[in-house]
C-alpha cells in the first residue's frame, strides 16, 4: 500500500513520583546520609592511614585493602555523592529515584554489615547508620509504590 504510515500506539508517559511524606523523608534521610558519608570519604581519602578519623589500619587486617583510601572512596562516591545525585532526581520528580534510594538503602545496610565482619568493633553510628539505610529502604519502597503500580498497570 504506498503512502500508508504505520503508527506505534501511543504510550502513556511513565508516572512521576509525587513528593508525598514518604518522599519527602527519604530524601531528608538521603542526606543525613549524603553529608555523613561524604566527610567520612573525604576524611579517609585525604588521609588513607585512618588517621584524620584516628583509625587503625590494623583494622583492615583480613580485607582486601591495606589502607583506607577505597573504602573512602565508595563511601563519599557512592553513598555521599550518589545521595545527592538521588536527591536531585527526587527533587525533579524522576520516576527512577524511589527506586534508586531504595539501592542506596539496601547498600548501606550492606556496608555497615560487611564493616562490622571486617573490623570486629562496634560504635554507635553502626546501629544509627544502619538503622538510616533501613528507614531509607523503606520510606523509599513507600514513596515508590505508585510508580510501580503505575509501571505494572502499562504491561
Keep these: ?7 506505534q500506539p501511543r504510550v502513556a ?6 513528593l508525598t511524606r514518604a518522599g519527602k523523608i527519604t ?4 542526606t543525613l546520609l549524603g553529608v555523613g558519608a561524604l566527610a567520612g570519604g573525604i ?11 584516628h583509625f587503625d589500619p590494623a583494622l583492615l587486617a583480613g580485607s582486601p585493602f591495606t589502607d583506607f583510601l577505597v573504602p ?5 562516591g557512592l553513598f555521599g555523592i550518589g545521595s545527592f545525585v538521588v536527591i ?18 539496601c547498600g548501606q545496610m550492606i556496608w555497615i554489615t560487611v564493616e562490622l565482619a571486617v573490623i570486629h568493633e562496634l560504635s554507635f553510628l553502626h546501629p544509627t547508620f544502619f538503622a538510616v539505610g533501613l528507614a531509607i529502604a523503606l520510606a523509599s519502597a513507600r514513596w515508590g509504590w505508585p510508580v510501580l ?4 498497570a502499562r504491561r
Aim: glycine residues 12%; positive net charge; aromatic residues 6%.
Design 149 to 152: 503500580e503505575g509501571w505494572r
Design 27 to 30: 530524601l531528608i534521610l538521603l
Design 72 to 76: 573512602g572512596l565508595i563511601l563519599g
Design 1 to 7: 500500500m504506498v503512502g500508508h504510515v504505520v503508527t
Design 88 to 105: 536531585a532526581l527526587g527533587l525533579r520528580h524522576a520516576p527512577v529515584a524511589p527506586f534508586l534510594a531504595f539501592a542506596i538503602g
Design 43 to 53: 576524611a579517609l581519602v585525604a588521609k588513607p592511614d585512618g588517621s584524620v578519623m
Design 13 to 18: 508517559p511513565l508516572a512521576r513520583p509525587a
